[in-house]
């Protein structure tokens, strides 16, 4: 790898690592005047329309067709519907910092589902990873908490609303790997933002969030935080990404797993004013831990299956 090639990818790298570790302050602003159903809705609905626009352009000739865009938008309800919809109602009553460990968390979730699912057994260390990972969530988890009363009850559902989302988040990542669609990256992101943002916009209506959604409560924070999660978090991250994993490791890219939630710490402590405890701080260790044992535990597991495979 040449030096410049090298430059390249680990400026990619801090891209990422400050982009997605920043969306969750991001989105604690832009969720203080527009509902959190509707803000993930929009976003992605609006990200979705340039990206297909984008691959339009790119790809005139091509159009997804009918079996395409029933998968990805039904990728997109889990990964940005549920998945990005579930943060964005979790941190109006959840420290950032909280719930970017817990969305860091995913790999546990992803392990799961592909021995469950795809019957892909983990080794010792994958395993190992998971148990330490459920450890460091269960440290920021307050049981006391869980009475579902009183102010208390908000930081319960906020937890629950992460526990949902990185879930079904770790499901469409697993369906995307069980079915996937053959056209280009930008369609197949567009196509998964379409569906992911109309189906979370339909939900926002369905529970009421337009009637209580009051325009006249934005202010220049809320477009600043809204144009910085389209443009950075949304368009930026995915093409960054996008061309980081044709170009590094799958190892080198999961980084960014155990690298946002320390950003998102930072700027919430910084900004926000959220507290670092010790718990807090002993939890980041351990998950971050963790998904550092799962990322190399799979690296040394496909490794050695391929060192297994007859020549």
């Known amino acids: 790898m040449s030096r410049t090639s090298s430059f390249q990818i680990w400026s990619g790298l801090l891209y990422l690592y400050l982009a997605w570790g920043s969306t969750y302050l991001a989105i604690h602003y832009l969720v203080e005047t527009v509902p959190p159903l509707l803000a993930s809705g929009f976003r992605n609905l609006s990200a979705g329309m340039i990206m297909l626009a984008w691959a339009r352009f790119r790809e005139p000739q091509v159009w997804p067709d009918r079996r395409s865009w029933l998968i990805s938008t039904w990728i ?17 009553w ?4 909280y719930a970017a460990l817990i969305v860091a968390a995913v790999p546990i979730w992803l392990v799961l589902l592909q021995w469950l699912w795809l019957g892909i ?14 450890l460091g969530v269960g440290l920021l988890l307050d049981f006391e908490a869980f009475s579902l009363e009183g102010a208390s ?31 280009s990256a930008a369609y197949i992101s567009a196509m998964q933002m379409l569906g992911g943002g109309m189906a979370t916009l339909l939900v926002s209506g369905l529970t009421g ?15 600043q935080s809204y144009a910085y999660l389209l443009i950075i978090g949304s368009l930026g991250g995915f093409t960054v990404f996008s061309w980081l994993a044709q170009k590094t490791t799958p190892t ?33 260790v351990i998950i971050i831990a963790a998904v550092v044992l799962i ?8 490794r050695i299956s391929r060192e297994e495979q007859p020549a």
């Open 76 to 92: 997109g309800i889990l990964l940005l519907g549920v998945g990005n919809g579930g943060v964005s109602i979790a941190v109006a």
């Open 252 to 284: 080198l890219l999961a980084t960014y797993n155990y690298v946002n939630p320390l950003v998102a710490l930072l700027l919430g402590y910084i900004f926000v004013g959220e507290q670092l405890s010790f718990k807090v701080v002993l939890a980041a």
């Open 209 to 223: 969030e337009w009637l209580r959604f009051d325009p006249g409560k934005m202010n220049l924070v809320t477009f």
């Open 121 to 134: 057994r983990p080794s010792a260390m994958v395993l190992g990873g998971v148990l330490t990972g459920v």
């Open 153 to 183: 009850a908000n930081f319960t559902w906020g937890i629950l609303a992460l526990l949902l989302a990185t879930f079904c988040w770790s499901l469409g990542m697993v369906t995307a790997q069980r079915s996937p669609v053959p056209y």
């Open 295 to 302: 990322t190399v535990g799979q690296r040394r597991q496909k």
């Open 94 to 97: 959840v420290p950032t910092g």
